[in-house]
């Protein structure tokens, strides 16, 4: 924040203006050399440092690896385990990373459906440091016998605000949630309508009190089903009639460090955002001008810790990391 004085007829008045949001300029190397992610790459604090790392999943007997953050660069690329789970890799029709037993410590989360050979329902690889003092994945656990692998798609929150990463899964006929307990999941539980947005949906705490709400991009707007007691069968709000949505992605993060998730859109030539007020997006303002997406993955998280995320490109053979000012 910065402050704006004035001088008028009654003293001086002094305007507390909000910083303009902004990436640090340059794209900087995070990692060199390829990250083996054949399936997916996510991010989380895995080590509980207070900074985001990075988290792959591969197929058969590859595992999870990690790729950790010293706050200005990546380590080298570990293996943590979880390989083998099922005759493949530790992945599912889903992946996630997130602290599902509030130690403060992101686990390596798979939602699969049920097939011949794998069973369905959420898999969880908790972070953990075994009695040879490694830091690693352990083995993977079932904590939900039950079909959570939306027809849309499935998404991973914290729903309730009690610090541990919830599943929701989006089907044709409802919303369900699988909230998790710390140390397993509780039975389903319709959490909404089955709503979605037209270019995107996504959840986060958009309205800075702690429980994640759903945000529903469409083609012309933006609405927002906040959650309340009432969970998130209270009509949508629209909280802009900006279009406003990526060509390359289009995503979700505190990235001014207020406290509530922002809206980011990830162009080919340009990143845009969208700042959340807590009740409305503001107009949309230009983050980065200039190409800035990943060839394997796109996302944001705070590698740096500072409380704000940062924007992450992970290519074949490098990260880049733009950090957010």
């Not at 908790?126 to 352990?138: K, N, Y």
Request: glycine share 12%; aromatic share 8%; net charge negative.
């Amino acid at each position: 924040m910065r402050a704006l004085v004035m001088a008028g007829v009654a003293g001086l008045l002094i305007l507390t203006l909000a910083p303009p949001a902004a990436a640090s300029g340059v794209p900087e190397q995070w990692s060199a050399g390829p990250f083996t992610a054949q399936v997916a790459v996510m991010a989380g604090d895995v080590d509980g440092d207070g900074k985001d790392d990075l988290v792959s999943y591969n197929t058969y007997l590859y595992g999870c690896y990690v790729l950790r953050s010293s706050g200005s660069a990546f380590q080298p690329q570990q293996n943590w385990g979880a390989g083998d789970f099922l005759s493949s890799g530790f992945n599912g029709n889903a992946n996630f990373v997130g602290d599902m037993d509030g130690d403060g410590r992101a686990d390596a989360i798979a939602v699969r459906r049920s097939t011949a050979s794998t069973p369905r329902g959420i898999f969880v690889a908790r972070s953990i440091v075994d009695h040879f003092g490694v830091e690693r994945f352990g083995t993977p656990k079932q904590w939900l016998n039950n079909t959570i692998a939306g027809d849309y798609g499935n998404l991973a929150a914290d729903l309730d605000g009690d610090g541990d990463t919830d599943v929701i899964g989006l089907f044709d006929v409802a919303t369900l949630a699988a909230r998790s307990d710390g140390g397993t999941t509780l039975p389903l539980v319709a959490w909404a309508p089955p709503i979605r947005g037209g270019k995107a949906t996504l959840a986060a705490d958009a309205t800075g009190d702690g429980k994640a709400d759903l945000i529903l991009v469409d083609a012309d707007g933006t609405r927002v089903v906040t959650g309340t007691a009432n969970r998130w069968f209270d009509a949508p709000v629209s909280w802009s009639a900006i279009p406003f949505h990526g060509g390359k992605k289009t995503l979700t993060a505190d990235i001014d460090g207020d406290g509530d998730a922002d809206l980011v859109a990830i162009n080919e030539n340009d990143v845009r955002v969208m700042r959340s007020t807590g009740s409305s997006y503001s107009p949309p303002e230009s983050w980065y001008a200039g190409s800035f997406y990943g060839t394997k993955e796109t996302l944001t998280a705070d590698v740096d810790g500072d409380g704000d995320a940062d924007l992450v490109a992970v290519n074949a053979d490098d990260v880049r990391v733009l950090r957010s000012q």
